[in-house]
C-alpha cells in the first residue's frame, strides 16, 4: 500500500518537483538521472557492482578513501557512486572519477523511479553514508536480494527526536537494511532506540578517520615553532595575521607558513603580510626552510597535507567565513592540534569528535583565537597533553575502512 500511494503521489508532484530542481540549477541530464533515467548502457547481471551513496560533499569525502581501497581490493567488481547534490556530484567526479564506472545522482524515492534505477545498475550490494534512509529504495533492495547497509551512521539528537516520534515506522523502515554501522555507541543507542535489528547492528567507527599520513617532504623548521594557516579564504588572511603578530610579542621564535585556499590569492595575500610589517619567503622560489622570513607563503600546488608535519599549531581556514570550513584531519593526523573558527558544517561531525577529545578547538572569535593559540605557547604541559589527545582520538576512531571492506568481501 505504501508503494501504491508513492507512486500516485510521484504523477502528482514530479512536474513540480522536477521544475524546483530546474531553478535551483541542476543540469537537464541531472534531473533525468534523479527521475532514474540513466543513459548508460549498464550493468549486466553476471556483474558484481558495489554501489556508494553519500548525498552532498562531507559524506562524499568520507567515502573517498573506502571507494579506492575497494577499487583496489575488488579489481573486477564494477563501482558506482551516487550522490545526492550537485556540489557532491562534482566533488565525487573529481575526486574518484578514475576509480569509479559510474557516477551519477540517487533516484528519487518513488516505487517506478527506484525500479528503473536498480533495472540499469543492477547492485550486488549498496552502501548508504550517515543517515539517509529511503523506504522505497530499501523495500525494492529487500525484494531483489541486494545487499543494503547504513554506514559511518550517524543520527544527531534533533533528528533522533523526530524519528522517535514515530518509532513504529522506522523500525519498519529499518527491517529492510541488511545491516546498519555506526560512528559511534551514541549512534548506535539510537538505531537501536528506533527498533534496528540489535544483531546486525554494530559500531564501526567513523570512515572519515582512516587516513594516513602523507609521504613528506624536504623542509627545515629550524628551531622555531610555526602556526600554519592552511586553506584561507579572502577575510581570514587579515585574521590570521593579526593574531600572529600579537602571539610574536610574546613569543619570538614563532614563524607563519601561510597557505591561501585558492593560489588566485596570492598577490592579494603577499600585499596583507607586508602591510603587517613582515618578511617572508615564497614557497614557489624553491624556499625549503624558514631562515630569513618571519611568514613563507605556501603558493604551491598539493604540499599543504604534508607541511602540517612541520606545524606546532594548524588554524583551518575556512572557517572564519561561511565556507564550512575544511579538513582538520590533515593536521590532527600528525599529532598536530587545530584551531578554526566558527564556521565548520562542511565537518561538524569530526570537530564533534576533535572537541570532545579535546585535540583542537572552535573559537567565535579573534580574540578567542588568540587566547588558545597563546595558551599552548606558553603552557608546555597543556600543550603535550593536547598532542597526546590527538593521538589518542585517531586510535580510537581508526578501524573502519577495513570493517567494511570485510563486510564488501562477504557481500560478495
Not at 566533488?91 to 569509479?100: H, I, Q
Not at 550517524?154 to 515506522?169: C, G, W
Not at 573559537?363 to 603535550?384: C, G, H, P, R
Request: net charge neutral; charged share 25%.
Amino acid at each position: 500500500m505504501y508503494q501504491i500511494l508513492s507512486n500516485l503521489l510521484w504523477k502528482i508532484i514530479k512536474p513540480i518537483g522536477v521544475n524546483i530542481v530546474r531553478k535551483k540549477g541542476y543540469p537537464e541530464d541531472a534531473i533525468l538521472r534523479k527521475c532514474g533515467e540513466i543513459s548508460e548502457s549498464g550493468f549486466s547481471k553476471e556483474d558484481k557492482v558495489i554501489m556508494f551513496h553519500g548525498v552532498s560533499v562531507g559524506e562524499s569525502l568520507a567515502l573517498e578513501n573506502l571507494v579506492k581501497t575497494a577499487r583496489k581490493e575488488f579489481p573486477e567488481t564494477k563501482i558506482v557512486m551516487t550522490t545526492g547534490t550537485h556540489t557532491g556530484q562534482e566533488l565525487a567526479k573529481k575526486k574518484l572519477g578514475e576509480y569509479t564506472d559510474l557516477i551519477t545522482y540517487f533516484p528519487a524515492d518513488f516505487p517506478c523511479v527506484i525500479q528503473k534505477f536498480l533495472d540499469k545498475i543492477n547492485p550486488t550490494t549498496v552502501f548508504i553514508a550517515e543517515t539517509e534512509i529511503w523506504p522505497n529504495f530499501a523495500m525494492e533492495c529487500k525484494k531483489r536480494g541486494i545487499n543494503l547497509y547504513i554506514i559511518n551512521g550517524r543520527i544527531s539528537d534533533s533528528t533522533f527526536k523526530s524519528y522517535n516520534a514515530l518509532k513504529v515506522i522506522f523500525k519498519w523502515f529499518l527491517s529492510f537494511y541488511t545491516g546498519i554501522f555506526t560512528q559511534s555507541e551514541d549512534d548506535n543507542k539510537k538505531f537501536l532506540a528506533l527498533g534496528a535489528n540489535p544483531q546486525t547492528t554494530k559500531v564501526m567507527n567513523n570512515l572519515k578517520f582512516d587516513i594516513t599520513k602523507p609521504e613528506g617532504i624536504k623542509f627545515n623548521k629550524g628551531y622555531s615553532r610555526v602556526l600554519l594557516a592552511g586553506s584561507t579564504h579572502a577575510g581570514e588572511d587579515e585574521i590570521v595575521l593579526s593574531v600572529f603578530k600579537k602571539l610574536k610579542e610574546n613569543h619570538s621564535d614563532l614563524k607563519m607558513i601561510l597557505a591561501p585556499r585558492h593560489l588566485t590569492r596570492v598577490e592579494e595575500v603577499k600585499k596583507l603580510v607586508e602591510e603587517y610589517g613582515f618578511s617572508y619567503a615564497q614557497r614557489s622560489s624553491g624556499k625549503s626552510d624558514l631562515e630569513g622570513c618571519e611568514v613563507l607563503l605556501l603558493d604551491t600546488l598539493g604540499e599543504l597535507g604534508k607541511m602540517y608535519e612541520y606545524s606546532d599549531i594548524s588554524f583551518i581556514g575556512g572557517s572564519f567565513n561561511k565556507t564550512g570550513g575544511h579538513n582538520p584531519l590533515e593536521s590532527i593526523v600528525f599529532e598536530k592540534p587545530v584551531i578554526s573558527g566558527p564556521s565548520i558544517h562542511n565537518f561538524k561531525d569530526i570537530y564533534g569528535i576533535i572537541k570532545r577529545a579535546e585535540a583542537g578547538f572552535v573559537v567565535n572569535t579573534e580574540q578567542e583565537f588568540y587566547e588558545i593559540a597563546n595558551k599552548m605557547l606558553s603552557d608546555n604541559e597543556f600543550y603535550s597533553q593536547t598532542v597526546q589527545k590527538c593521538e589518542k582520538v585517531f586510535q580510537e576512531q581508526q578501524g573502519a575502512l577495513e570493517f567494511v571492506i570485510n563486510v564488501i568481501r562477504e557481500s560478495l
